[in-house]
């Protein structure tokens, strides 16, 4: 300790920079993906590139060209934009879904495992209930109840999301709850939420990162799969599902359009899944050992 | 004089995050046939690098020089099926965690008939090997899962199963840290007695000076990865001439004086890396003077033993009372 | 026995989340917005025939006792009539079923033959960073491409390359075993591909925890050859991690049987549950998500069992997901 603290004053580190350092080029590649992605979600439509998404300007099912960079869909409309502004959508759903699991199973993950007992089996319970339901059958049967659209899309991953992160928070809350540090903070009368906020939740933020993470790239694949089915987002808004849905119906004329979005759809998967495995490596850490 | 088990200036180095750290710095260490050597030392000494390094035991990732030799067998040069061989037909080790070195998924009974395939010990029965140990119903334990029994129980089977392959070396890493006090006592009788009944050498990794002074007919002292003093046991803790010997065995609790604060060893262990010059007990030491920082101490022989150190104690200093307490 | 000990607590377990689950069903329909029996029966239905479908749910009864009445009925098999086409969605059930038995099973062998062994070479073999870094990347993409890519790529690939079986509808496997079996390959592999790259994960990250555990240094300081720690000391604890898996995977197969089967055309429970749902028709959603629900519950639960057995700790410290 004595060391580090004498190597930080002769030798100032940025510390964007070292934590920058800290992560692998396949990570750090992967974020820049991301990044770029968002980037393009958010300053696409406002600079307008590729015009009007909902406009019909050419042919139908044209391929790429200069003036059509992804070519044009089924009914004339140019991809490029339509693209873009689906990124966008399937991001800010996803996105939002995401804020709403980690808030819920974060709360809910850390009042299990700070009371245990009855209070962890009733929310391990309700989880269980929800967990049964494979994730694409049960946003189903939200969207045949709130009907096609962008709330169905939302409520379904989150309902799909929210058992397994609440899960990993609650096994993760339970074993710093049961440490003699929250103990002695009980026994000094530290006022229960207190407790959770200070101790609690400064000691699973690990966790919520590496599953909020991983949720985001279940959001993403779901929402596709809701729109891919024709009950998430509706038209004539886009996202990633449907447009890969649209280019499933002309794929032998124009595979450009499939390709694209599914390409795109991937790529955030990956960057997510690799981002997931590279924090989950970071608080989890795994001593390595030959035989 | 016929070794076996010889260490001749080990090195170990492991490269982290931070850089280079060195685990080993030079280490010394020979073993007679039969002989019983207590190896003292703080966490970070190097007694755990050096024990498993004996079996070529290390993690991935250590670089590793010098010579060791066991039996003959020079055992950083040896080939995969010769070095399994050594493990299997020589050596045993007995580890800190005993439950742990226990395989979850399998009944005792199972697991040490596996282990004991194709070694000495194949011919015997479970059950016989468990009564050596001292434990009753033998027949009932065999049929029990590692969790289902206690640390002192696990380890009265850990010894039981490697005792039972005669390993003419057996390396111990403070087997009974784990373990309460009764227990520890039993399990050290246990092992010193079997060991001798059937020849085998004993390196005995430890904190506990007392359980080194009373099993050990001789004692290594390590300190920053290298063995600061070796010699007879009697004459290593009562009469120490190594300044990091003497301060380790005057706070050893069982020297306490009632009344008397017990003496702290000031400062903390060194970090090492390769090649650093000088003693590394130096920045630590209150006979240091300006050479000790700038040349590495040689062994020299002094009244018995090896000491590495440039300005030796001279004389007995241990107070009396003190060595009594030993 | 050993087993009588927490087997009675799974069970109730079990059956606690299959009531919630069934509930949620039930309740998710009956709380519609709008009258249940012209949300049940479409809007052609006659006066009479809602009244006889009120009585027949017992609309004059608590929520409760419908509930019972529903879930009674469900039991015994009577889950209704389709209202599209007013057939019993059980007889149409009973047909589409073998299909979609067949194809996750075909997925659940493709798995196992495929992704555990990939899992094992990966966790036991320290390769170069390269090496690591690219199993990284081919994992990440088996477990990130969505199987609606995958099916549509691959529904691309057949019908533009002559490469064999072609796509086309695919029905029930009684009459024609051989050729359902040729015509559900693709399919299979499709739906595969998530579990493969999940389970080798599982399996890799099993075996590595596994290998740092003090009981495989004892096997290595004894001298026990590499395959021999990892058949007898390495494989069974890590069975158990992976084995804990087998149910999300039935979860993961059951909800990519309802992709691949639409694009692959094959009229099984996915399907089914697409067009239930195009129409909403709401007997047949209602079936099919309570019959994938029952599925994955008794595959979580037979694993729990089976974990229970291979791992004598997990029965003493409870569920170990």
């Known amino acids: 300790m004595k060391d580090t603290a004498t190597e930080s004053t002769t030798r100032p580190r940025n510390p964007v920079r070292g934590a920058l350092a800290s992560f692998d080029a396949l990570t750090l590649t992967c974020a820049g993906v991301l990044a770029l992605l968002t980037l393009a979600a958010v300053a696409g439509p406002l600079a307008g590139v590729g015009g009007d998404p909902t406009a019909i300007v050419g042919p139908r099912l044209a391929p790429p060209s200069a003036e059509y960079p992804l070519g044009t869909d089924s009914l004339g409309r140019s991809l490029l934009p339509r693209v873009i502004e689906g990124v966008g959508t399937t991001l800010v759903v996803s996105a939002v879904a995401v804020l709403c699991t980690a808030v819920i199973s974060t709360a809910g993950g850390i009042v299990a495992g700070y009371h245990g007992g009855a209070v962890n089996g009733v929310v391990m319970r309700i989880g269980d209930v929800l967990y049964a339901f494979p994730a694409i059958i049960l946003a189903i049967l939200v969207a045949s109840v709130v009907g096609p659209g962008r709330t169905a899309a939302l409520v379904s991953i989150v309902l799909v999301t929210v058992p397994l992160m609440t899960r990993m928070v609650g096994a993760a809350a339970r074993l710093v709850c049961v440490r003699d540090y929250v103990t002695a903070a009980r026994i000094s009368g530290v006022s229960a939420p207190r407790i959770m906020v200070r101790h609690v939740l400064t000691n699973v933020s690990g966790t919520v990162a590496v599953q909020t993470t991983y949720a985001l790239s279940v959001a993403i694949l779901v929402e596709g799969g809701l729109s891919f089915l024709g009950y998430g987002v509706q038209l004539p808004a886009s996202s990633l599902g449907l447009l890969i849905q649209e280019g499933t119906v002309y794929m032998v004329k124009a595979p450009w359009a499939l390709l694209a979005p599914s390409v795109i759809l991937v790529l955030a998967i990956v960057a997510i899944n690799v981002i997931g495995d590279s924090l989950r490596d970071r608080f989890e850490p795994r001593k390595a050992r030959s035989l | 004089m016929n070794h076996l088990l010889r260490v001749d200036g080990a090195t170990v180095d492991y490269t982290t995050r931070h850089g280079a750290t060195r685990a080993l710095d030079g280490a010394n260490l020979t073993i007679a046939p039969g002989e019983r050597v207590g190896l003292v030392g703080e966490s970070g000494s190097g007694k755990s690098t050096l024990g498993l390094l004996v079996g070529r035991l290390l993690p991935a990732g250590a670089r590793v020089g010098g010579t060791i030799t066991v039996d003959g067998r020079d055992v950083l040069s040896l080939r995969p099926g010769d070095l399994r061989a050594l493990r299997r037909e020589v050596l045993g080790f007995v580890p800190q965690d005993p439950v742990g070195a226990l395989d979850p998924t399998l009944r005792v009974g199972r697991q040490m008939r596996l282990a004991l395939r194709g070694s000495a010990g194949e011919d015997g029965n479970p059950a016989d090997l468990l009564e050596r140990v001292r434990i009753d119903r033998p027949d009932r334990v065999l049929r029990l899962y590692p969790h289902e029994i206690s640390g002192g129980m696990a380890q009265r089977i850990v010894i039981a199963t490697v005792m039972a392959a005669a390993p003419r070396l057996l390396v111990a890493d403070e087997p009974t840290a784990a373990l309460d006090a009764q227990s520890r006592e039993e399990v050290t009788g246990l092992v010193m007695d079997l060991a001798e009944s059937e020849g085998t050498s004993v390196l005995w990794l430890s904190h506990d000076l007392r359980a080194v002074g009373r099993w050990c007919d001789r004692t290594a002292v390590m300190y920053g990865g290298r063995v600061v003093e070796d010699g007879s046991t009697r004459a290593v803790l009562d009469d120490p001439r190594h300044p990091y010997t003497r301060a380790l065995s005057r706070s050893d609790p069982a020297h306490a004086v009632p009344g008397r604060r017990l003496p702290a060893i000031v400062g903390g262990p060194p970090t090492l890396v390769a090649g650093a010059p000088g003693c590394a007990f130096a920045p630590r030491c209150p006979r240091a003077v300006a050479d000790c920082e700038g040349h590495r101490p040689l062994p020299l022989t002094v009244d018995g033993r090896t000491v590495l150190c440039l300005r030796p104690e001279t004389e007995t200093t241990v107070p009396s009372d003190v060595k009594a307490a030993s | ?321």
């Not at chain 3, 994992?139 to 199987?147: C, F, K, Q, W």
């Not at chain 3, 690939?157 to 796509?167: D, I, K, W």
């Not at chain 3, 890590?238 to 990519?256: D, E, F, K, S």
């Open chain 3, 1 to 321: 026995m050993r087993i009588l000990t927490w087997l009675p607590g799974r069970l109730l377990g079990a059956a606690v989340v299959l009531v919630g689950a069934s509930a949620l069903i039930f309740a998710a329909v009956r709380f519609l917005p709008g009258d249940y029996a012209q949300i049940v029966l479409g809007p052609l239905a006659s006066a009479q025939e809602r009244e006889a479908l009120r009585t027949e749910f017992g609309f004059d009864r608590t929520v409760g006792e419908q509930y019972l009445l529903w879930l009674g009925q469900a039991v015994t098999g009577n889950f209704g009539h389709s209202l599209a086409s007013g057939q019993p969605v059980a007889g149409e059930l009973a047909a589409r079923l073998p299909v979609t038995a067949l194809l996750t099973a075909m997925a659940v062998v493709w798995t196992v033959v495929i992704g555990v062994p990939l899992g094992i070479l990966a966790g036991t073999r320290t390769g170069t960073t390269r090496s690591t870094a690219a199993g990284r990347l081919v994992s990440s993409l088996g477990v990130s491409v969505p199987d609606y890519v995958l099916a549509a790529v691959v529904v691309f690939a057949l019908s533009s390359l002559p490469l064999g079986p072609s796509v086309g509808a695919v029905g029930a496997p009684a009459q024609d075993l051989g050729g359902t079996l040729l015509a559900l390959l693709p399919p299979s592999l499709v739906l595969a591909v998530f579990t493969i790259a999940a389970t080798a994960r599982a399996t890799r990250d099993a075996v590595l925890n596994v290998l740092v555990e003090p009981h495989v240094s004892a096997a290595v300081a004894r001298g026990e050859t590499r395959l021999f720690i990892i058949t007898h000391h390495v494989l069974r604890n890590a069975a158990v991690p992976v084995l804990t898996l087998t149910g999300t995977i039935t979860a993961m197969l059951l909800g990519g049987a309802v992709i691949v089967e639409s694009v692959f055309d094959v009229s099984g429970l996915g399907s089914y549950l697409v067009q239930g749902l195009g129409r909403r028709d709401y007997p047949v959603i209602q079936t099919c998500v309570l019959l994938a629900t029952t599925v994955f519950v008794l595959m979580s639960l037979i694993v729990d069992v089976v974990t229970g057995l291979l791992d004598p700790r997990v029965a003493v410290s409870g569920r170990s997901r």
